[in-house]
Structures are given as structure tokens and as C-alpha cells.
């Protein structure tokens, strides 16, 4: 049987400490995640935000935070609402980034999709809006 409250209670955690580092908890995010986690992003891939793609493996998944970290500074991230069924979780709130290169700012509504199976997130998708970190972006 799933455990919703423990599967919030872990994202709760890692979105605290992703604020307090300023996205400085990559090896924090990786520790929760399964080897062989599904994790996607609304930009897929395009450019100038390549490291924004789907990943299948947990190791593979660094490049995502490295170019995060290379790519950009954290401004605040929020995550206020946490919706829990069964293994999955729906983690909603908001986030800002300026882009080192540009110096532009995005600040965008985050949703983010989690499953978890056996106490480890195994898939994962986030939803942001994609035309704000273009225009920062570049």
C-alpha cells in the first residue's frame, strides 16, 4: 500500500532544501531518486536549454542539475500545495531564475509530477512555462 504522506513528506523536504541552497541539493535530489528514474521536462532538449531533456537513468540525470547550476542562478523556489494519490504526488508552486549569459529573469507557475515505488521517485515531469526561459535564455 502506498504511503502518500511519506512520499510528500520527502518532497517537502528536498523542495526546503533546494530554496535554502539555492539549488545547491542536486546530490540531496539524486539521493531520493531510483537508478533507472523516467524523468522529462516541458522544454525537451531544445535549445539554448539542451540539459532540460528526458533522462532514464539516475546517473545520466547529473548533466540535469550541472547545466541547471552552469546554466543559471536560482532566484526562489516555492513549492506550497502537494496533491497525494496513491504513488503519485502533484507538487505545485512557483520558481524564478536569472540566466547567467543574459542576465535575464523568468519567473514562471511550477507543477511538478512525481511516482514513487518502493520509497524511491522513479518517474518524474515538470511543467513550467516554456516561452518565459526561452526569452530569458537568450
Given at each position: 500500500m502506498p504511503n502518500e504522506s511519506a512520499h510528500v513528506e520527502t518532497l517537502k523536504?528536498?523542495?526546503s532544501l533546494w530554496r535554502e541552497t539555492k539549488g545547491g541539493s542536486?546530490?540531496?535530489w539524486l539521493s531520493?531518486?531510483?537508478k533507472h528514474i523516467s524523468f522529462g521536462s516541458m522544454a525537451r532538449g531544445a535549445?539554448?536549454?539542451a540539459f532540460a531533456k528526458d533522462y532514464d537513468n539516475r546517473e545520466d540525470l547529473r548533466a540535469y542539475?550541472?547545466?541547471l547550476s552552469d546554466e543559471?542562478?536560482?532566484v526562489d523556489y516555492?513549492?506550497?500545495?502537494y496533491v497525494a494519490q496513491g504513488d503519485a504526488v502533484v507538487a505545485r508552486g512557483s520558481c524564478s531564475w536569472t540566466n547567467k549569459k543574459t542576465?535575464?529573469?523568468m519567473d514562471t507557475p511550477k507543477l511538478d509530477f512525481w511516482r514513487f515505488r518502493d520509497g524511491k521517485a522513479v518517474e518524474f515531469y515538470e511543467y513550467y512555462d516554456t516561452a518565459q526561459v526561452m526569452a530569458a535564455a537568450v
Open positions: 523536504k528536498a523542495y542536486a546530490d540531496h531520493i531518486v531510483d535549445e539554448p536549454v542539475f550541472k547545466g543559471w542562478t536560482m516555492v513549492m506550497d500545495e542576465g535575464k529573469t
